[in-house]
């Protein structure tokens, strides 16, 4: 029992390693989606680390939204939607889905959020491609809406149309099934603000593909007028769906379930009715083979593109017809294959981008791609690298202190710390890249100068005598290295709050490499010290 008491800070440190190896191995913590042959992209084989692009291959994409915005302008007598209207009206070559209006954005210096006591600011956005900043300008005092006295249009989109896209990219990629990929926000030292895409053993053209279609998605009703002529009308917008199903595979064909939301129902339901797609107890359409068919279809526009017609089926006519459709307005696309079933699912549940991503080079986007075997090699040189650092600093402190017992602990603590960050990293699922080998290495380093330091101070004035002398040497080594841990945490919190890319990575796991020392390893180290120098034990 005094043993335990004594040595609880290495029983500690000694259970999270056996948290760390089981986050690390289990099966259990394992993918729940394997790829072809049970592997999944970025996932290492052996263990349940995730490898970032860098160590695995695959697809990088970094561009800046295409847009303007103007903060400050005056309308707040007016509905947003009216606003869009008025001032698309006045742009060439832009639609209303091309202008976003918000009232009372917090503005200050282009972002989203103002300092303490700033007044709210309404913002409009344009981000059809080829505007300018006097071009919105100019469309604001036309429709008649100025700016404050404080007012600006620039170049850019807000705050929170970044945040939306990245919301609506990240569903892409997840409806996709892209194995770890990742989609954020980063914003360079100048201030400029980029989407980053990244898509582990996946090629540029696909990545590119789905990330640069802004999916705008319609259900249009194709049916007779009353001149006889066939006309097409939207009877359902993407935010009138409850909910999109994933595509499925049933007897009839492949399908994509769909739930409309109970409001729109009745709508739909009669617009079904008055069209005539639910008075001829189901119907067949030709519509895609023969635009001028004179049947009656349900067609999916994407992008003001006819991808796919539908008929009725008698059982959903009859229920139309009968008003018991409402109370259950669950219906099905059917699709001629798998895929098409994948992308309708795709572009219905992600949503319509608010703004494209500009690839051009003059604007700072960047495409690029790392192949698989590439990635393997970086593999092999982070442990190569790793493991001539771990060689390096135990050379170096078997030749300063010459002493097993001080030298052979402070190793293998050391390594306990990379095991626990490794550990982490598989819990949550981070995805290691080379920022994050370089933390590593650099937690080896900072942890041995604190390993050496406790050291020097216990040893510096010859034999222990006790453990109360031990204690006091050791409180005094501990709050040097406490400072300098301090010292390091505040150095890199900016960097890892701060949307830097790859830095982020690195600060995050140097600052837990660092709090996982001062909270664990180093007490531990300092128990087992004590245990092996002291007379007195």
Same mark, same amino acid.
């Given at each position: 029992?005094?043993?335990?008491?004594?040595?609880?800070?290495?029983?500690?440190?000694?259970?999270?390693?056996?948290?760390?190896?089981f986050?690390?191995?289990?099966?259990?913590?394992?993918?729940?989606?394997?790829g072809?042959?049970?592997?999944?992209?970025?996932?290492?084989?052996?263990?349940?680390?995730?490898?970032?692009?860098?160590?695995?291959?695959?697809?990088?994409?970094?561009?800046?939204?295409?847009?303007?915005?103007?903060?400050?302008?005056?309308?707040?007598?007016?509905?947003?939607?009216?606003?869009?209207?008025?001032v698309?009206?006045?742009?060439?070559?832009?639609?209303?889905?091309?202008v976003?209006?918000?009232?009372?954005?917090?503005?200050?210096?282009?972002?989203?959020?103002?300092?303490?006591?700033?007044?709210?600011?309404?913002?409009?956005?344009?981000t059809?491609?080829?505007v300018?900043?006097?071009?919105?300008?100019?469309?604001?005092?036309?429709?008649?809406?100025?700016?404050?006295?404080d007012?600006?249009?620039?170049?850019?989109?807000?705050?929170?149309?970044?945040?939306?896209?990245?919301?609506?990219?990240?569903?892409?990629?997840?409806?996709?099934?892209?194995?770890?990929?990742?989609?954020?926000?980063?914003?360079?030292?100048?201030?400029?603000?980029?989407?980053?895409?990244?898509?582990?053993n996946?090629?540029?053209?696909?990545?590119?593909?789905?990330?640069?279609?802004?999916?705008?998605?319609?259900?249009?009703?194709?049916?007779?007028?009353?001149?006889?002529?066939?006309t097409?009308?939207?009877?359902?917008?993407?935010?009138?769906?409850?909910?999109?199903?994933?595509?499925?595979d049933g007897?009839?064909?492949?399908?994509?379930?769909?739930?409309?939301?109970?409001?729109?129902?009745?709508?739909?339901?009669?617009s079904?009715?008055?069209?005539?797609?639910?008075?001829?107890?189901?119907?067949?359409?030709?519509?895609?083979?023969d635009?001028?068919?004179?049947?009656?279809?349900?067609?999916?526009?994407?992008?003001?593109?006819?991808?796919?017609?539908?008929?009725?089926?008698?059982g959903?006519?009859?229920?139309?017809?009968?008003?018991?459709?409402? @109370?259950?307005? &669950?219906?099905? +696309?059917?699709?001629?294959?798998?895929?098409?079933?994948? #992308?309708?699912? =795709? *572009?219905? %549940?992600?949503?319509?981008?608010?703004?494209?991503?500009?690839?051009?080079?003059?604007?700072?986007?960047?495409?690029?791609?790392?192949?698989?075997?590439q990635?393997?090699?970086?593999?092999?040189?982070?442990?190569?690298?790793g493991?001539?650092?771990?060689?390096?600093?135990?050379?170096?402190?078997?030749v300063?202190?010459?002493?097993?017992?001080?030298?052979?602990p402070?190793?293998?603590?050391?390594l306990?710390?990379?095991?626990?960050?490794?550990?982490?990293?598989?819990?949550?699922?981070?995805?290691?890249?080379?920022?994050?080998?370089?933390?590593?290495?650099?937690?080896? @380093?900072?942890? &041995?100068d604190? +390993?050496?330091?406790?050291?020097?101070?216990?040893?510096? #004035?010859?034999? =222990? *005598?006790? %453990?109360?002398?031990?204690q006091?040497?050791?409180?005094?080594?501990?709050?040097?290295i406490?400072?300098?841990?301090?010292?390091?945490?505040?150095?890199?919190?900016?960097?890892?709050?701060?949307?830097?890319?790859?830095?982020?990575?690195?600060?995050?796991?140097?600052?837990?490499?660092?709090?996982?020392?001062?909270?664990?390893?180093?007490?531990?180290?300092?128990?087992?010290?004590?245990?092996?120098?002291?007379?007195d034990?």
């Amino acid at each position: 029992m005094v043993a335990i008491r004594d040595n609880w800070r290495v029983i500690l440190l000694v259970v999270f390693l056996l948290i760390s190896v089981f986050a690390l191995f289990s099966p259990t913590l394992g993918p729940d989606d394997p790829g072809p042959g049970g592997d999944v992209a970025g996932q290492s084989s052996a263990t349940n680390l995730q490898y970032g692009l860098e160590l695995s291959g695959g697809t990088r994409i970094r561009a800046p939204l295409v847009g303007v915005t103007a903060e400050g302008a005056e309308f707040d007598g007016d509905d947003p939607r009216l606003v869009e209207q008025q001032v698309a009206a006045q742009i060439d070559g832009a639609g209303p889905t091309d202008v976003i209006a918000r009232l009372g954005t917090q503005r200050a210096q282009g972002q989203e959020t103002a300092q303490p006591g700033s007044a709210p600011s309404n913002t409009v956005e344009v981000t059809a491609e080829g505007v300018a900043t006097d071009d919105l300008a100019a469309a604001l005092d036309a429709a008649g809406y100025g700016l404050s006295d404080d007012g600006t249009v620039r170049e850019g989109v807000t705050e929170t149309t970044r945040q939306e896209v990245v919301r609506i990219l990240e569903n892409k990629i997840n409806e996709a099934g892209l194995s770890g990929g990742t989609v954020q926000e980063v914003t360079t030292a100048q201030g400029d603000n980029f989407i980053l895409v990244e898509a582990p053993n996946q090629d540029a053209s696909s990545v590119r593909g789905l990330v640069s279609e802004r999916g705008t998605v319609v259900i249009e009703a194709y049916y007779a007028a009353g001149d006889g002529n066939y006309t097409r009308e939207t009877v359902l917008q993407q935010e009138d769906f409850q909910s999109i199903g994933t595509a499925q595979d049933g007897s009839g064909g492949p399908y994509v379930p769909v739930t409309v939301s109970e409001p729109i129902a009745p709508e739909f339901e009669q617009s079904m009715r008055d069209t005539g797609l639910a008075q001829q107890g189901g119907t067949r359409c030709t519509y895609q083979a023969d635009p001028s068919s004179t049947e009656p279809c349900l067609l999916l526009v994407v992008n003001d593109e006819v991808t796919n017609a539908f008929g009725m089926s008698p059982g959903l006519a009859d229920s139309l017809r009968t008003g018991e459709w409402a @109370g259950n307005p &669950v219906f099905q +696309l059917q699709t001629t294959n798998v895929s098409e079933a994948q #992308e309708v699912s =795709i *572009n219905l %549940r992600a949503g319509a981008l608010p703004a494209q991503l500009d690839f051009s080079e003059e604007s700072g986007g960047t495409t690029s791609f790392i192949s698989p075997s590439q990635g393997a090699d970086f593999r092999t040189n982070s442990l190569i690298t790793g493991i001539i650092a771990v060689l390096a600093v135990s050379a170096t402190v078997f030749v300063r202190y010459k002493d097993v017992r001080v030298a052979a602990p402070m190793v293998v603590t050391a390594l306990s710390e990379v095991v626990i960050l490794l550990g982490f990293a598989a819990g949550i699922g981070y995805p290691l890249d080379l920022s994050v080998i370089a933390g590593f290495i650099a937690v080896i @380093g900072t942890g &041995v100068d604190d +390993l050496i330091i406790i050291a020097d101070e216990v040893m510096a #004035e010859g034999e =222990i *005598n006790s %453990r109360r002398v031990f204690q006091s040497r050791f409180r005094k080594a501990f709050w040097v290295i406490g400072a300098a841990a301090a010292t390091t945490i505040i150095a890199m919190s900016p960097l890892a709050i701060l949307s830097l890319g790859d830095l982020q990575g690195f600060a995050i796991f140097t600052i837990l490499g660092v709090l996982v020392g001062v909270l664990i390893t180093r007490p531990a180290y300092g128990d087992i010290l004590r245990s092996l120098t002291t007379i007195d034990r």
